[in-house]
Nanobody, 119 residues
Framework: QVQIVESGGGLVQPGGSLRLSCVAS????????MAWYRQAPGKQRESVAL???????NYADSVKGRFSISRNNTKNTVYLQMDSLKPEDTAVYYC?????????????WGQGTQVTVSS
């Protein structure tokens, strides 16, 4: 049963932009918040940005001022607008619900979407 689907990744030059999308099933999307995570080769998965059901947002220091998270509650979709991309942003990007992961760390993830920033 597919519950999370990420899309929108690709190859972009430094300084470029990408917009990621994440569609989640209703039971996940209705939780307290949705978040974007990323995992670079050889590194642990890290939280990048979070948005609550009410629209409050929080960002990792490394992406503040460059990334923007938003959501469309009628489409069960979360977006990540990424501007001024840097090579260190290269990673597989995932979305999930933090409270879902807290309740069950083994909860399935989506397939993720690859973002590669390179000239």
């Amino acid at each position: 049963q597919v519950q999370i689907v990420e899309s929108g990744g690709g190859l972009v030059q430094p300084g470029g932009s990408l917009r990621l999308s994440c569609v989640a099933s209703q039971n996940i999307f209705d939780l307290w918040a949705m978040a974007w995570y990323r995992q670079a080769p050889g590194k642990q998965r890290e939280s990048v940005a979070l948005i609550t059901r009410g629209g409050s947002t929080n960002y990792a220091d490394s992406v503040k001022g460059r990334f923007s998270i938003s959501r469309n509650n009628t489409k069960n979709t979360v977006y990540l607008q990424m501007d001024s991309l840097k090579p260190e942003d290269t990673a597989v990007y995932y979305c999930n619900a933090p409270t879902r992961l807290a309740a069950d760390p083994g909860s399935p993830w989506g397939q993720g979407t690859q973002v590669t920033v390179s000239s």
